[in-house]
């Protein structure tokens, strides 16, 4: 018998640009229109669902370094992480919809901003570790790790509207999960960075469970913190989940996507998770989008208590003819 004790504050970020693909920002009211709130208090979670940011349009926003559209990336952040810092104030695990992956720099920003260190596990076929000057594409989000890790401080410019942004993360608090498409000056940040890391090669070859086993070793090796999800859902297989920005083959399984997220739930110090990437104009046919947005709900069903197995209240009793 399972109790579920889960508290969740839900907020969606409806926003695209720190890449270049419209879309992406219609990820937090499809995921909403799947059923996410109904079908997590239908395993017994309280939800609070405090809707959707608004982010103004930003006039003449100049490259800064390779960074392409500092200023907007910089206010939304600015935004969400305001947002998150209050949702974990009052008491709930939080949920981040996206909205593109750079929306992890406020939603991480936010949660280390109510004091406690955290653990951060980066599921995703990317490392988006690019600082501003080692981007190849320009996209900020495919840099976001590299704003909010502690030894990266040095390699950042600065940029206009992220004054307010100070690093939070330390590099051995940090665990990747689902690498497959790494730049080489990121896999140079990686080593250097001695950065814990499971790509799909250490998932084949270990399989989720050690893999996760593994995870958690690392994560509590020291003190136990609260953990940071971040899952893009290009971590898993684009058979699965093609509606997204930069799909890459190989991915996780379904299975394997909901393991990572009955583990991590299992530990009970899940205590925020992001849900990014997910973009209807990328899924090729209707049944693409649904099958990618199903996933993106499931697994945040997996982050808040739902198991394969099943489950069943407290007082149930087989009824007597
Ligand atoms: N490494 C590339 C692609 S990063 C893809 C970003 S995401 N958030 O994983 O979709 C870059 O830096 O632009
Ligand atoms: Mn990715
Ligand atoms: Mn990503
Ligand atoms: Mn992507």
Redesign the pocket.
Known sequence: FRRNHHSVGIIGAPFSKG?SRDGVQLGPDLIRAAGLVEKLKGQGCTVKDYGNLTFEEVAKDETTGRAKRPRAVGQANKQLSEAVRKIKNEGHACVMLGG??SLAIGSIHGHAACGTQLSVVWV???A?I?TPLT???G?I???PMSYLIHELRSKIPVMPNFSWLKPCIAAEDVVYIGLR?V?PE?HYILKYLGIKTFSMTEVDYLGIAKVMEQTCDHIFSKVKKPIHLSY?I?ALDPSLAPA???PVVGGLTYREGIYITEHICQTGLLSAVDM??VNPKRGGTDNGVRSTVDAAVDLLLGCFGRVREGSHSADYKIPDP
């Open positions: 890449q593109d992956h995703d076929a990317h988006d690019n981007t190849p594409t996209n989000h495919g840099q498409d730049d990121e893009d290009d997204t920005g930069t990014v990437e």
